[in-house]
Structures are given as structure tokens and as C-alpha cells.
């Protein structure tokens, strides 16, 4: 999984990659927010952030909350790292769009088990999408017209299961997707519009 580490500090940044990629991440570095934006709008974007909170321009909750609402990447998980405590900056941070809070001096021990949650999540989350995905198409696979129809050989009703018989347009349309558009074969206007 590739991780974004957003972090103005060369040492901080510096410790951050080597641990990651010691955990067998993808690592991809960046040094603020604007760098943060155009990584996370690349075709493949990492699913998982580590965001500095303090940077100089757009900080890392400016960046967290621009990043959930504006790119609507999904799945996207961001840590915040940061120096400031206390139970309203966490507050702040997590309703700006971050989903989890890390305290700087960080323990390494802590930082890989969070980051282990967020690559868990993402994953789960990817295989959501996947099953979502499948579950669309099974449903429009069951909405298409399948088996044995009883027909009239004489007027062409279609029998329903509650024995109760229906013109074909109205049955067909009932049943699937398919809209009408009415014409003549040559046959019928041979027969019935030339004879008028």
C-alpha cells in the first residue's frame, strides 16, 4: 500500500520514510500541503496519509478537510501528527476530515499500529467497493428477461405468475429495461396498410 507522509521537517520526514518502508510500505514524501493536493490528485493516489500539522501555507487540517471534501478520494485515511494535545485539537482535527491523531514524539510501536488500522480500513473499504460493484451488476443481470415465457400462440399475451395475461410491450416492460418504439414489418403493410 503507498502511504503520503506531509511533513516540513527534514528529520521528522526522514524517520517517517524509513519506518515505513522498514514496514514494507510504498512511501511517498512531500514537504507541504499544495505538494499534499497534487500527489493525492494523481490517477493512483496513496489511500493513507501521514499529515504534519503544522507546515507553513496550508496546514495539515486545511489539508485534511480539503482533501475529504474537495478530491473525494475514496478510500482515504489521514493520520495527523502534530506537537498540540488536548482534547479540542484532537476535536478539531478529526472533524476537519482526519481519521485518526498522533501526538508528537510519536512512539513507533503506536505509529505502526495505527497505520496498520488505517491500511486494515482502506482495505475493507476497497473490498466494499468491490462487493458494491457486484451486487450492481448481479442486480441488473437479474432485472434482464430469463427462462420460459407462456405465450399465446393466437394474440401474443405473456402469462405472469399470478395467471393473469399481458399485452408483450406492457409484461417486457414490467420486467426489464426495455423500452418500445413501434414500426410496420413489410409483411403487415403488404397486408393491412397497402389494403386500405
Request: net charge negative.
Given at each position: 500500500m503507498k502511504v503520503l507522509v506531509v511533513e516540513?521537517?527534514?528529520?521528522?520526514?526522514?524517520i517517517l520514510e524509513d519506518l515505513l518502508t522498514?514496514?514494507?510500505y510504498e512511501v511517498e514524501v512531500t514537504t507541504n500541503g499544495e505538494?499534499?493536493?497534487?500527489?493525492l490528485q494523481h490517477e493512483s493516489p496513496p489511500r493513507l496519509a501521514i499529515i504534519d500539522w503544522q507546515m507553513p501555507g496550508m496546514d495539515g487540517v486545511?489539508?485534511?478537510?480539503?482533501?475529504?471534501?474537495?478530491?473525494?478520494?475514496?478510500p482515504l485515511y489521514m493520520i495527523l501528527l502534530t506537537i498540540r494535545g488536548g482534547k479540542a485539537n484532537i476535536v478539531q482535527g478529526l472533524e476537519a476530515g482526519a481519521d485518526d491523531y498522533i501526538t508528537k514524539p510519536f512512539d513507533q510501536e503506536e505509529l505502526k499500529a495505527r497505520v496498520q488500522v488505517g491500511a486494515r480500513v482502506v482495505h475493507l473499504q476497497m473490498e466494499l467497493a468491490?462487493?458494491?460493484k457486484e451486487l450492481e451488476a448481479a442486480i441488473a443481470h437479474v432485472k434482464q428477461l430469463q427462462g420460459l415465457l407462456?405465450?399465446?400462440?393466437?394474440?401474443?399475451k405473456i402469462?405472469?405468475?399470478?395467471?393473469?395475461?399481458h399485452e408483450v410491450e406492457s409484461y417486457i416492460s414490467q420486467h426489464s429495461q426495455a423500452k418500445f418504439t413501434h414500426g410496420i414489418c413489410p409483411e403487415c403493410y403488404q397486408k393491412v396498410v397497402q389494403q386500405i
Amino acid at each position: 500500500m503507498k502511504v503520503l507522509v506531509v511533513e516540513d521537517d527534514p528529520v521528522v520526514r526522514r524517520i517517517l520514510e524509513d519506518l515505513l518502508t522498514r514496514w514494507q510500505y510504498e512511501v511517498e514524501v512531500t514537504t507541504n500541503g499544495e505538494q499534499a493536493m497534487k500527489a493525492l490528485q494523481h490517477e493512483s493516489p496513496p489511500r493513507l496519509a501521514i499529515i504534519d500539522w503544522q507546515m507553513p501555507g496550508m496546514d495539515g487540517v486545511e489539508l485534511a478537510c480539503r482533501a475529504r471534501h474537495q478530491l473525494k478520494i475514496s478510500p482515504l485515511y489521514m493520520i495527523l501528527l502534530t506537537i498540540r494535545g488536548g482534547k479540542a485539537n484532537i476535536v478539531q482535527g478529526l472533524e476537519a476530515g482526519a481519521d485518526d491523531y498522533i501526538t508528537k514524539p510519536f512512539d513507533q510501536e503506536e505509529l505502526k499500529a495505527r497505520v496498520q488500522v488505517g491500511a486494515r480500513v482502506v482495505h475493507l473499504q476497497m473490498e466494499l467497493a468491490e462487493r458494491v460493484k457486484e451486487l450492481e451488476a448481479a442486480i441488473a443481470h437479474v432485472k434482464q428477461l430469463q427462462g420460459l415465457l407462456p405465450i399465446c400462440c393466437y394474440c401474443k399475451k405473456i402469462r405472469d405468475d399470478r395467471n393473469y395475461w399481458h399485452e408483450v410491450e406492457s409484461y417486457i416492460s414490467q420486467h426489464s429495461q426495455a423500452k418500445f418504439t413501434h414500426g410496420i414489418c413489410p409483411e403487415c403493410y403488404q397486408k393491412v396498410v397497402q389494403q386500405i
